[in-house]
C-alpha cells in the first residue's frame, strides 16, 4: 500500500479492462516520473473525451457533434448501411476502404446469458432508417462468434420482409494462413461461400 | 504441470485482456472448469471457433492454481454453429447453458449432467422438436439429476396415487386435495399430462401438445427451477417460443 494520492491513482488504474494490480502500480509510477505537460495532456485528453465525444443520432458511432462523420459526408453512398457491434468496428471496416456506405452501430449482440435482448440495442433505430427506401442492402457484420451469428439470424428474419437485401460478411480462411492449420467451423464456413473463378 | 484431457461442453466464455478469453466448460469427468484459451479472438487462432458455447469438445489443459490453460482441442459436435442458425434454438440453448452453471459445481464430476446437456444440445441443433419443449424437458430432468424431481402424477407430499388437480412449486409438484397448499394453481389434465412426458422422455405426447398447455407447462418448469436453484436465470426471459 502506498500513500494516499499514489494508491488513489493505482486503484483508479486499476478499474481499467485489462489493468491488474501490477500493471495499474507501474503506470502510476511511469505518469509520476513525466513532466507536467504531458500529464496534463492526458488529463485534458480525459475530460475531453467525456465532455465532447456523444454517439450519433443516426448511426450510434461515437461523434463530437450530433451525427459522426461518416452520416455527415454527403459523398457516402446512402443505399446501403453496415451493421456492426460496436464502434471499435466501424474503424475496422473503414481501414479496409472497400465499403463506402454508412454504418449502424448495435452496441453490442444479443446475449441472453448476460441478460442482454434485442431490445437492449440499437435494433428499433435501424427500422426508421429502411423506411423511406433509399436503402437497398443491409450487411450484417457482427462478430463471426456464437453470439454475433445468432444476432445475425435475428435481424436477418426481422428485415425479410423489409424490402431490401440482407447480406452477411464472409466467413472462411485468413489470408496468409496454411489451409492444413483451418478448423472444422471455418473451413465449413470456406466451403459453403466458395465462389467461381473467372480466369 | 499436470495435463489432462477430457470431453467437455463449452458453457460461456468471458473475455480476458487483450485476445484471451476465459472458458468454463462442463466436462465428462471432471466436473465443471475454467481454463484459459490464449489468443482465441484473434482472427488466426487455430481453436477459436471450437471454443464458442454449445461446442462439444476433446480438450487438453495443463492444472494452474488459479485458472487452467486450453493447450488442444478437437471438436467432436459444433452444435452450437448449427443453433446459432435458429434464434429460437439459439435463446433454449443458452438457457440451457446457464442452468447447467447453476446446476454444477467445480472440479466435481456429474457425468449424467453432462450427458443430458450433450443431447438436449443435438436435439437443438438437429431440429428433432420444438426448442421450447427441448428446453422444458432439459429443465425438468436436469432437476431431477440434482435432486428436485418434480411429480405429477402422485402427490408431491403425501404420495397418494394420481392424477391430481392441484400444483404447488414449494411441495415439488402435484399435490392432492388434503395436502393442497394455499396458493397452489390449478393446470389442465393436459399440462400435467405433457410436463410427465416431458420428463419421462415420451416426445409422441410431447410433440402432439397443444400450444396452450406448452404455454401453461412452461410457466410452471421456470417458476419450479427458479424456485430450487433460489436465483432468476437471466436468459429464461429472452427466451423465444413459438
Redesign the interface.
Known amino acids: 500500500m502506498y500513500e494516499g494520492a499514489v494508491q488513489d491513482l493505482i486503484d483508479e488504474l486499476g478499474r481499467l479492462p485489462?489493468v491488474g494490480p501490477k500493471s495499474a502500480q507501474r503506470i502510476a509510477f511511469h505518469l509520476l516520473q513525466q513532466d507536467s505537460e504531458d500529464v496534463n495532456r492526458l488529463v485534458t485528453a480525459l475530460t475531453e473525451v467525456k465532455a465532447k465525444v456523444r454517439f450519433c443520432e443516426v448511426c450510434g458511432n461515437v461523434a463530437q457533434a450530433e451525427r459522426c462523420r461518416i452520416c455527415a459526408d454527403p459523398r457516402r453512398d446512402q443505399t446501403s448501411i453496415c451493421v456492426v457491434e460496436e464502434p471499435k468496428d466501424v474503424v475496422a471496416i473503414e481501414r479496409t476502404r472497400e465499403f463506402r456506405g454508412t454504418y449502424h452501430v448495435l452496441g453490442g449482440a444479443?446475449?441472453?446469458?448476460?441478460?442482454i435482448?434485442p431490445d437492449d440495442l440499437r435494433v428499433r433505430e435501424l427500422m426508421p432508417r429502411l423506411a423511406s427506401g433509399e436503402v437497398q442492402e443491409v450487411i450484417i457484420a457482427t462478430d463471426?462468434?456464437?453470439e454475433g451469428?445468432?444476432t445475425a439470424?435475428?435481424l436477418s428474419?426481422l428485415l425479410r420482409d423489409v424490402g431490401v437485401t440482407v447480406t452477411r460478411l464472409a466467413s472462411g480462411l485468413?489470408v496468409?494462413?496454411d489451409l492444413e492449420?483451418a478448423?472444422?467451423?471455418?473451413l465449413?464456413r470456406a466451403f459453403e461461400g466458395r465462389r467461381q473463378v473467372n480466369a | 504441470m499436470p495435463l489432462y484431457r477430457d470431453e467437455a461442453i463449452v458453457l460461456?466464455t468471458h473475455k480476458l485482456?487483450?485476445a484471451d478469453r476465459i472458458i468454463t466448460m462442463l466436462t465428462r469427468t471432471r466436473g465443471r472448469v475454467r481454463a484459459v484459451a490464449k489468443g482465441v479472438r484473434r482472427?488466426?487462432s487455430?481453436?477459436?471457433?471450437?471454443l464458442?458455447?454449445?461446442m462439444v469438445i476433446d480438450v487438453q489443459c495443463y492444472e494452474g492454481r488459479n485458472l487452467d490453460t486450453v493447450t488442444q482441442v478437437e471438436?467432436l459436435a459444433?452444435y452450437?454453429?448449427a443453433?446459432?442458425?435458429?434464434?429460437a434454438a439459439?435463446?433454449c440453448a443458452?438457457?440451457m447453458?446457464?442452468t447447467a452453471l447453476q446446476l454444477t459445481e467445480e472440479h466435481e464430476p456429474q457425468t449424467q449432467q453432462y450427458l443430458l446437456l450433450a443431447g438436449a444440445l443435438r436435439s437443438l441443433a438437429e431440429h428433432s422438436h420444438d426448442p421450447g419443449l427441448v428446453l422444458d424437458a432439459y429443465l425438468l430432468r436436469s432437476l431431477a439429476v440434482a435432486g428436485w424431481a418434480p411429480s405429477f402424477v402422485d402427490c408431491a407430499r403425501c404420495g397418494a396415487t394420481g392424477p391430481h388437480r392441484a400444483f404447488n412449486v414449494q411441495a415439488g409438484g402435484a399435490v392432492c386435495s388434503i395436502c393442497r397448499p394455499p396458493g397452489s394453481s390449478a393446470p389442465a389434465p393436459e399440462t400435467f399430462a405433457l410436463l410427465a412426458s416431458l420428463l419421462a422422455g415420451d416426445w409422441e405426447v410431447a410433440d402432439a401438445s397443444d400450444d396452450r398447455f406448452r404455454r401453461q407447462g412452461n410457466g410452471l418448469v421456470s417458476a419450479f427451477l427458479q424456485w430450487h436453484i433460489e436465483r432468476g436465470l437471466?436468459?429464461l426471459?429472452?427466451?423465444e417460443r413459438a
Do not use: Q
Open positions: 485489462g444479443i446475449s441472453p446469458i448476460d441478460g435482448g463471426p462468434n456464437l451469428e445468432a439470424t435475428y428474419r485468413p496468409g494462413g492449420y478448423d472444422e467451423v471455418t465449413g | 460461456r485482456g487483450e482472427t488466426k487455430r481453436f477459436g471457433s471450437r464458442e458455447p454449445g471438436t459444433p452450437g454453429d443453433i446459432a442458425r435458429d434464434y439459439y435463446t443458452t438457457s447453458l446457464e437471466r436468459s426471459r429472452l427466451v
